[in-house]
């Protein structure tokens, strides 16, 4: 535990893997560029994700006026039945 504690520092991270702990060495500019990545990945995240809910809204848009439409004709052929 003690050789854990000084390996931690602002230049080095742990990485977790089955189970272990292995310390390794990241330059802190290195450190600034992955966190600039990781919030542009975000960013695109939600951009992707304002652009799927653009588009669900527009489908619902397009199902509740086609179900309007049948729904009408379907009116009217029910209307047409009981006139019969």
Same mark, same amino acid.
């Given at each position: 535990?003690? $050789? *854990? +504690? ?6 080095? !991270?742990? +990485? %977790?893997? $089955?189970?272990?702990?292995? +310390?390794?060495? %990241?330059?802190?500019?290195? !450190? /600034?560029?992955?966190?600039?990545? /990781?919030?542009? *990945? !975000? #960013?695109?995240?939600?951009? @992707? @994700? &304002?652009? =799927? *809910?653009?588009? %669900?809204?527009? @489908? #619902?848009?397009? %199902? #509740? $006026?086609?179900? *309007?439409?049948?729904?009408? /004709?379907?009116? &009217? =052929?029910?209307? /047409?039945?009981?006139?019969?």
């Amino acid at each position: 535990m003690a $050789r *854990d +504690a000084r390996l931690l520092g602002t230049e080095r !991270i742990i +990485a %977790v893997r $089955r189970g272990g702990r292995y +310390a390794l060495p %990241v330059s802190q500019p290195e !450190i /600034q560029r992955q966190v600039r990545q /990781q919030r542009g *990945d !975000i #960013d695109a995240l939600y951009e @992707l @994700l &304002e652009r =799927v *809910d653009q588009k %669900v809204d527009a @489908l #619902d848009v397009k %199902v #509740d $006026r086609r179900f *309007d439409e049948i729904n009408g /004709q379907l009116s &009217e =052929v029910l209307r /047409q039945l009981r006139d019969r």
